[in-house]
């Protein structure tokens, strides 16, 4: 079981840019007044008929038979979805020839947005590049730039030079040879005649000059191209990305090949007059990321061997051009690990752009999906076009993939996974048109390994009764996680008050390879701990334990958890086990929002339990299938009191409950800050 750095099985699918927003949306405010009710009054804020209503008012917004009935734009351009403002940052790039950063989560469009600044640049100005033999320096082929579809023609009439001198010399020489052996035989000498002709016919063959080594090489050809280049260097090694000369076993003799002929351009030539993409750019060598700031600045670079061993390396031509725009891509730590210089002359000569991960649903953007699902059909090529019930199912599922109540997810290169999956089983089954029962089972089909993995991971977790979900305990509780950031999983967590080892202060020991934000979280939890219980734990040592983290925890959303299963233990009030829970922590007992939550919910009713407490933060994110919608009771919380509420079984809870009510009466409001905001501390320990 893997959890990355910013997404682990107790982070919750701790994205810095989902949280920001949840945080911008939704702050919380402490009430209570859930904590006064009984518990013969069960609170389920989010009621199934609502969300129902919720999810399918207004799917689209008009009536459409199918997609094909949709027009998919002709530009790639038009063609990109929720990102205005990188859409006018490359129209503008494009006509005045800027460099471009984009910055941003993977599958959100940058690839297609390079793909359309090579369309919108101008046809008319694209060259070809041929490399010509240097009778003066062999070692230094010379550099001819040329326009588009002219390199061609000159190859070609340089070839048809050769092949005549070529055909005229063998004349010759088969005329000279024939009348060598016509006169040995006149003279009885017929076997040497033979064997001197063949010897005069070796020899001119090694030694004269072949036609060939004159015809110049075409290193970079834009014959009959409808488009400015687009170049797509990702990962391409030095060699590849700045050109490089081919290795020449044969160097002398007469067998050894031209120079010029070994000359192979790289992707910065290839892209002249056009675009190169290079996406995950800051993992480029910093060798080579130098290079490319001297072609970006200088507009031409020689192409030299790039292997010290190799023949190639005596070989370096004259600079050729390389006059292209640059779009770098990446994620957000790219910024970090890229040339600084680099980074300067994009940031001087162009612009920065961080590419958005959601957008607002309304009537207008849920028409910009139904046309994204039109130009999937039509790009693909082999599967049918969806009707309206289909494309209802796929802006439901980019509701609940966008994780917060009123927007729809713009990592489209998953989504338009699931469109292909769907139109694949409709064609499997001879459907002239893909129906919202084949996208319903495409979202079965098509599950992420993370996915898979936590279906796995619960079916193990209840065969070997890794967690409860009947009874109640002492000092265990249902955290629940995310692991990949679209897969729920049930975090067991259990808690234990023992004697302290030593005459100190008794400690708080956590178990479970947590790590540094998840330690932290613990922290905080033991300063709740300490002023909430109102018992004496200094003589005592606080043992916490995440069952089955094998491969560590991270994030804070499981501290209501933690809160919950000790208290549970130093007071020895069970815990209900049908309830599971989530959320954060502050140190004054306010619980915060987290992410995932839809994901944990989903997790938790596949598991059998009969409610969740979530933080009523993230009330408004909540996007349940509707498989799952019955089988669980919600419950929005804004203070341990009220976690402990729902959660504590017994009469003695009681007591516990009314003191926490007097602790956190005063509210915590959280300032609101911007995704870029929240990255930017992270990465660099600085506010904007």
């Known amino acids: ?48 008929s609502e969300l129902s209503e919720e999810i399918d008012e207004d799917a689209i917004g008009f009536q459409f038979e199918d997609t094909s009935n949709i027009e998919v734009p002709k530009l790639l351009i038009d063609q990109v979805l929720g990102q205005e403002h990188a859409v ?8 005045q020839r800027r460099h471009i950063m984009m910055i941003g989560t993977p599958g959100t469009g940058k690839s297609l947005l390079a793909k359309a600044m090579a369309e919108l640049l101008p046809k008319e100005e694209l060259k070809d590049i041929l490399v010509y033999p240097n009778l003066e320096d062999l070692n230094n082929p010379k550099i001819r730039e040329v326009p588009a579809g002219k390199g061609r023609e000159i190859v070609m009439a340089h070839k048809m030079e050769a092949r005549k001198k070529a055909q005229a010399r063998n004349m010759l020489m088969m005329l000279f040879v024939l009348g060598i052996i016509i006169y040995s035989y006149f003279v009885a000498q017929l076997l040497w005649g033979i064997i001197a002709g063949i010897m005069i016919l ?23 191209k409808e488009h400015a280049p687009y170049i797509d260097a990702t990962g391409a090694h030095a060699g590849a990305l700045l050109g490089d000369v081919r290795h020449d076993p044969f160097q002398s003799g007469g067998l050894e090949t031209p120079a010029h002929d070994r000359v192979e351009a790289g992707d910065i030539h290839k892209a002249h007059k056009g675009v190169l993409f290079i996406d995950e750019i800051n993992t480029l060598r910093l060798e080579s990321q130098q290079s490319l700031l001297t072609a970006l600045q200088e507009k031409e670079y020689a192409i030299t061997g790039q292997s010290e061993r190799s023949s190639g390396a ?19 730590d790219a910024v970090q690990k890229m040339h600084p210089a680099l980074r300067s002359r994009i940031k001087g000569y162009g612009y920065e752009v961080y590419m958005r991960d959601s957008m607002e649903d309304t009537p207008e953007n849920r028409k910009k999906l139904v046309r994204f699902v039109a130009q999937e059909v039509v790009r693909d090529g082999h599967i049918p076009h969806f009707d309206e019930g289909a494309v209802e199912e796929i802006i439901r599922e980019a509701r609940r993939r966008a994780g917060r109540k009123g927007h729809l997810t713009l990592k489209l290169r998953d989504l338009g996974g699931l469109v292909r999956v769907a139109g694949d089983i409709a064609h499997s089954e001879g459907a002239p048109i893909t129906t ?53 999983i049930v975090l067991p967590i259990v808690s234990e008050v023992t004697p302290a080892l030593s005459g100190a202060e008794g400690r708080i020991i956590a178990t479970g390879k947590l790590k540094t934000i998840a330690k932290e979280a613990v922290q905080n939890v ?17 043992h916490i334990q995440f069952v089955g983290t094998y491969e560590g925890v991270e994030g804070d959303s499981a501290s209501v958890s933690i809160a919950t299963a000790v208290i549970s233990a130093i007071e020895r009030i069970p815990v209900d086990q049908t309830v599971a829970m989530t959320g954060s922590l502050s140190v004054r007992g306010d619980v915060l929002p987290v992410g995932g939550v839809t994901y944990k919910i989903e997790a938790a009713a596949q598991a059998g339990m ?7 933060a993230n009330e408004a994110d909540v996007l349940v299938e509707k498989a799952y919608r ?10 341990i009191a009220e976690v402990l509420e729902h959660s504590l079984v017994g009469p003695r809870k009681n007591t516990i409950i009314e003191k926490l009510k007097n602790i956190t009466k005063l509210s915590f409001d959280i300032p609101e800050v911007s995704p870029a905001s929240v990255q930017a501390i992270n990465l660099f320990g600085c506010r904007n």
């Open 436 to 488: 919202s029962e084949h996208v319903l089972a495409a979202k079965r089909i098509a599950r992420s390994i993370e996915q898979q993995l936590a279906d796995s991971y619960l079916e193990h977790r209840k065969e070997y009764e890794s967690f409860m979900k009947n009874g109640s305990a002492v000092g265990r509780v249902n955290g629940l996680a995310v692991m990949g950031g679209d897969s729920g």
């Open 630 to 639: 019955e089988k669980i009771q919600i419950v929005p919380v804004s203070s």
């Open 610 to 616: 009969k409610k969740v407490i979530i933080p009523k």
């Open 1 to 48: 079981m893997v959890y990355n750095n910013n997404q682990n099985i107790d982070g919750s699918s701790e994205n810095m840019d989902r949280q920001a927003h949840e945080v911008e949306e939704a702050v919380p405010k402490v009430d209570t007044s859930a904590a006064d009710q009984t518990k013969d009054e069960p609170t389920q804020v989010v009621a199934e």
């Open 314 to 332: 005596l070989v370096k031509t004259e600079p050729v051009p390389c006059d292209f725009i640059m779009v770098s891509a990446g994620n957000l």
């Open 526 to 542: 033991s300063a709740v701990i300490k002023n909430m219980t109102g018992t004496d734990i200094s003589r005592h040592d606080i």
């Open 202 to 224: 070796m020899l001119t063959r090694q030694f004269l000059p072949k036609e060939e080594m004159m015809i110049p090489k075409m290193a970079v050809s834009n014959y009959d």
């Open 88 to 95: 006018e940052v490359v129209r503008k790039a494009a006509s």
